[in-house]
């Protein structure tokens, strides 16, 4: 049972420090921790849900009575102070606005500092949502998510990663009733669709970003696509409670690409993984990593906190990743190195756009070629590696945009990408018989 508070936005800095405060007594809803979403859904004019630490209350004295309401518990104090709250809620995202627990020390990025990423920009935006919009005329009623192509794809190779993860799972997937998926960090939505229409996923897509979310709305628009089968929610999923957003134990797969950079509290990001899943659920994961026992150089550092917002720079290593994903019950069952092909990608990507930058900036504007040509630069120059003789002939743009030269090639490549697959233990949480059932121990 909790006991909550709802209340507006524009209270909290003064219930922050002085408290919550209520003439003759302040009152309090009681409900069952899993029904609060459901409870709250018709306060419409409320902002953030004060849950209270009922524990300490009562053993620091404070009296709490019932009222003619049922449902309505009051404080016999006019003031609570902020020692007894257990968390603060925002109503719509779900996210943990404070705790307890104090400020955190993980440095977490805002919605803003996400922004300063270029790949995230307006003009990057508008360039999606004016080709989107080109494609969904040119192909009329036949539309379908994969005719967008690469246009709202935040990641690499396409559609490769999605085709590799549902056919390695897709028919245990299909066994299962009903199959939700979630996406982590959906971006524009597009692998998320992807996946919805080829393998018949119902998804939900968690996104930080406030015009992310809106495209990828318009976009599920074109396709019209229905909101029970694409469910957004906005927010940050770093810290989302997963419990009152009612998204635990809900999922039989998930995935993320190239959003976990982002987050520096992977411990908690793990775990928050772990608790969407269903026992014995998969899950798919690109991410950077580093090269274990090896270190990035500052520029590279530098580059990965200013281009790419990666919060401290420096990615965690391949160890690292796979005692997080083990001491949470995610058992990998792949670990691809993607760090070759990556780079291949990544320069073609580079290149091409570089070639085709006259026509691009009279078709998108030169804040869009500014932009992206300086994201698709940094990404290059911090995956410099590649297999090629030839490099000067073929990325002859790339290389002069960043300084390439052979001596670069002694320089090791620690930065690194992977491809994750694996399944929840399903003894994890629920106890030894499941984990014999599925088959995974
Ligand atoms: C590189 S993009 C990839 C988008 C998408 N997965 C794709 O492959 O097209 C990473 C996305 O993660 C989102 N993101 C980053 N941190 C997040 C967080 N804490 N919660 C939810 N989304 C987040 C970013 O806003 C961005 O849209």
């Known amino acids: 049972m909790e006991l909550i508070h709802a209340t507006r936005f524009e209270h909290w ?45 009562l053993q620091d004295g404070i009296q709490f009575s019932p009222s003619s309401n049922p449902q309505t518990i009051v404080c016999e ?36 500092e996400l922004r300063k990423m270029k790949l995230y ?28 192509g690469f246009v709202d794809q935040l990641h690499y190779l396409g559609y490769e990663c999605m085709d590799d993860f549902f056919g390695r799972y897709a028919a245990s997937l299909q066994k299962m009733e009903n199959a939700r998926a979630i996406d982590i960090g959906t971006g ?6 992807y996946m919805q ?13 406030h015009e992310l979310v ?17 469910n957004i929610i906005e927010g940050d999923f770093s810290h989302m409670d ?20 982002h987050i520096s509290d992977k411990e908690d ?9 269903t026992d014995g659920g998969y899950f798919m994961i690109e991410d950077y990593f580093l090269a274990d026992d090896t270190e990035l150089c500052p520029e590279d550092q530098q580059r990965l906190k200013d281009d790419v917002s990666v919060p401290t720079g420096v990615p965690v290593t391949e160890k690292r990743l796979r005692a997080l994903l083990e001491d949470n019950g995610l058992v990998v069952e792949e670990f691809e190195d993607m760090t070759d092909r990556w780079s291949v990608f990544i320069w073609e990507r580079c290149e091409s756009f570089m070639a085709d930058r006259q026509k691009l900036e009279a078709e998108h504007g030169v804040e869009y070629i500014q932009e992206l040509g300086h994201f698709y630069t940094a990404v290059a120059s911090v995956f410099h590696k590649l297999q090629c003789d030839s490099r000067i002939e073929r990325y002859p743009n790339v290389c002069q945009a960043v300084g390439w030269s052979p001596a670069l090639e002694t320089k090791d490549q620690n930065l690194r990408g992977c491809r994750i697959m694996g399944r929840k233990k399903s003894t994890f949480a629920n106890g030894a018989a499941n984990g014999v059932h599925n088959g995974i121990h």
């Open 242 to 261: 997963v419990d009152y957003m009612q998204l635990e134990g809900q999922f039989q797969c998930l995935t993320a690409q190239l959003t976990f950079l």
């Open 77 to 112: 104090s006019n003031a609570l102070d902020v020692k007894y709250f257990a968390k603060v809620v925002n109503i719509r995202s779900g996210v943990i606005l404070w705790t307890s627990k104090g400020d955190e020390e993980i440095h977490t990025l805002t919605a803003t």
């Open 269 to 277: 990001l793990f775990k928050r993984c772990a608790q969407v899943l």
């Open 214 to 230: 809106k495209i990828c709305r318009i976009m599920n628009s074109l396709l019209q696509i229905p909101e029970e089968r694409f």
């Open 121 to 148: 920009s307006d003009a990057r935006i508008r360039y999606t949502l004016n080709t989107a919009v080109s494609i969904a005329y040119t192909c009329g009623n036949s539309l379908k998510a994969s005719d967008f």
């Open 13 to 57: 800095e003064s219930i922050r420090t002085e408290g919550l405060k209520g003439e003759p007594f302040i009152s309090f809803t009681a409900v069952d921790h899993k029904s609060v979403k459901g409870c709250i859904a018709g306060v419409v004019a409320a902002d953030l849900l004060i849950y209270v630490d009922v524990q300490k209350a």
């Open 188 to 193: 524009m939505g597009g692998p998320a669709r």
């Open 197 to 209: 229409e080829q393998y018949g996923m119902q998804v939900t897509a968690i996104e930080y970003l």
